[in-house]
């Protein structure tokens, strides 16, 4: 999540976020307006995005080893999204088998594909299209996994005027698992519509932090720890 300008815009793990726990939704947002206080990501969290980091690595070298050129988008970092999305489009229309961090992008919400792959079905790029493949530690399947194919997936059919029938996950043993999108696209629709209308209360007054299996490596964590801890305090006057 992040704002610019007078605009958001929303990435797939703001949605996993909110699958998750709708109190943390809201506490992302007010942290685009005041700054909150972060709890201090541990060792353990920290070792798993390297090993995220290695495993998306580990499959570019593998797809340049034995599928030959991977076209890497640039990153625009300064950019207006319009602008990176442009840069990804002109590159795609191009046909190339294999691109990596392609910039995707459908307002509000925007991120950044680890793989798309080059199938031969006529899209409005030409006659072929893409489907999104994303890299995941995990052997086991995730309901966050199914989000994410299917955020990348609608954000590239604004590209090639539809959405893949298909999306796929390299898991950590270097696996290709392939989903069809129809399975899980009405309930990632049904969620997305929930968030960008949870989006609009602003306040917190109705709300209340809930643990959850998230709470271990939140970011907010301490927040939600001291509203809980506050409300269990005996007040003295009621005493």
């Known amino acids: 999540m992040r ?33 909150l ?22 499959y570019l070298r593998h797809l340049r080893a034995t599928e030959g050129q991977v076209v890497d988008v640039p990153r625009l970092l300064d950019a207006q ?20 961090q392609a910039f995707l992008y459908l307002e509000p919400c925007n991120g950044y594909a680890d793989f798309l792959k080059r199938v031969e079905k006529p899209s409005q790029l030409g006659n072929f299209s893409y489907e999104v493949i994303d890299t995941k530690l995990s052997k086991a399947e995730k309901a966050s996994f199914l989000i994410q194919l299917c955020f990348y997936s609608e954000l590239l059919g604004a590209i090639q005027g539809f959405v893949p029938t298909h999306a796929h996950i390299v898991t950590g043993d270097m696996r290709l698992r392939s989903f069809k999108l129809n399975d899980y696209f009405s309930f990632y629709k049904r969620l997305k519509k929930d968030f960008l209308a949870s989006l609009a209360d602003t306040t917190l007054d109705d709300h209340y932090p809930e643990p959850c299996p998230r709470c271990a490596t939140c970011a907010w964590q301490n927040i939600c720890k001291n509203i809980i801890s506050s409300d269990a305090t005996p007040n003295p006057r009621l005493s």
Not at 39 to 50: H, P, R, S
């Open 37 to 58: 206080a972060r709890t201090e990501e541990d060792a353990q969290a920290q070792l798993i995005v390297k090993k995220g980091d290695e495993h998306e690595q580990r």
């Open 3 to 35: 704002k610019l300008g007078q605009r958001y815009l929303y990435s797939a793990t703001d949605l996993c976020n909110f699958a998750a726990c709708n109190y943390l939704t809201h506490l992302d947002l007010l942290d685009q307006t005041q700054t």
């Open 81 to 100: 999204p319009e602008e990176a999305f442009a840069t990804t489009t002109e590159i795609l229309r191009a046909g190339p088998h294999w691109v990596y």
